[in-house]
């Protein structure tokens, strides 16, 4: 192939079109699913108790908060911290509108707040009067308002005192501030909160899990969770509940079909146009295997050279939405499973050619 530069191209164009496609709708699917974990994002390491009722992170079932005082007194259990969670609207100086999700937490912990801000946010500043933490990525929709500015929340006057990173809402502003202010703004009961974040005694895996197994035998009113689990629990309802991760799996199998395609159509054509070449080898002795072998190795480059270009692609759409705020997440497992998918499109897409050439009889070749 590497003396019939157009099919090259081709194949090639096939590969990295392909798997440009799934990677970048792969990694933007992980982005919104970690833009669905709400209050878990960045604080795993806490435990989770919900009301039973609560089906995820953003579906929280007020709890009546004296069952803070029953937590504290589980053994292994070293501070209890209440969160309020509650939707809101704002308003800016356009007058335009938006949906936001009020995150109330405690200073100084911070239990379910992000864990990374801007440079110039100073937390302790979330004390003052008004004062509500945004994400950095939102600004740009939220008439690029800057620190100190004023807008409206649910018809309330506040202030931005921070600037939180990653932690963009999912069709929805995510808007840190205090459990006390977050009920001044939303009315939610001074009786409940949305969740309790639990600081064990023991960071240790197997310490957090008796203490969650205690809290669930010894509290009924509501269902305790590792923060791994709950995080797990989140995501799997948000994937069987919207269906938006359909659509993305929808949109990933079409592009994987339309790599094949290309490549599997390429090959055939240069097969055809070289079939002479394989009637040769075949009649002075080559075998399919030897045949097979060829065709597994030009497999192979076509997959490596195909998987590096679609990888420059990948991490160049990364650094175009990282300049945007919005992130793009690539795991090991995510990049490994590319070049499978990769070298599976490459061998696919030769099946056919492979066929051909193996069912060539040496003969034929004098006929052509």
Request: proline share 2%; hydrophobic share 45%; net charge neutral.
């Amino acid at each position: 192939m590497t003396y019939d530069k157009a099919k090259l191209i081709g194949i090639l164009c096939g590969i990295v079109i392909s798997i440009f496609l799934i990677g970048a709708q792969l990694g933007i699917l992980n982005n919104i699913l970690d833009m669905s974990l709400g209050i878990v994002k960045g604080n795993k390491e806490y435990i989770y108790a919900v009301d039973k009722k609560s089906t995820s992170s953003t579906s929280l079932v007020n709890v009546d908060k004296r069952v803070g005082n029953e937590l504290q007194s589980v053994p292994g259990v070293d501070k209890v911290y209440p969160v309020i969670v509650a939707g809101g609207t704002t308003k800016f100086r356009s007058g335009g509108t938006a949906m936001a999700q009020i995150i109330g937490v405690q200073y100084p912990e911070m239990a379910g707040a992000p864990a990374f801000y801007t440079h110039e946010t100073v937390l302790n500043n979330l004390q003052n009067e008004g004062a509500v933490i945004i994400d950095a990525g939102d600004v740009e929709n939220m008439e690029n308002i800057k620190m100190g500015e004023h807008f409206t929340l649910n018809d309330k006057r506040v202030f931005v005192s921070g600037m939180s990173v990653n932690n963009a809402g999912l069709g929805q502003y995510n808007i840190i501030t205090t459990v006390e202010r977050a009920r001044q703004l939303t009315g939610f009961s001074p009786n409940s909160v949305s969740a309790f974040l639990i600081k064990s005694t023991s960071a240790d895996t197997a310490a957090i899990n008796e203490v969650v197994k205690e809290i669930n035998k010894t509290i009924p009113s509501v269902k305790a969770y590792t923060g791994e689990a709950f995080s797990e629990v989140s995501i799997e309802y948000v994937k069987t509940a919207s269906g938006i991760v359909a659509n993305f799996y929808l949109l990933i199998g079409f592009s994987l079909l339309t790599g094949i395609i290309i490549v599997g159509l390429t090959m055939f054509s240069s097969v055809n146009d070289h079939i002479r070449d394989y009637g040769t080898i075949k009649a002075i002795g080559g075998s399919n295997f030897l045949i097979a072998k060829l065709i597994l190795r030009q497999c192979l480059i076509y997959a490596l050279m195909g998987f590096v270009a679609s990888l420059a692609l990948l991490y160049g759409l990364q650094a175009a939405m990282a300049a945007v705020n919005q992130v793009i997440i690539y795991s090991p497992a995510l990049l490994t499973g590319l070049f499978l998918v990769t070298f599976a499109i490459s061998l696919i897409g030769n099946i056919f050619s492979m066929r051909k050439i193996f069912k060539l009889e040496p003969v034929q070749i004098f006929r052509m």
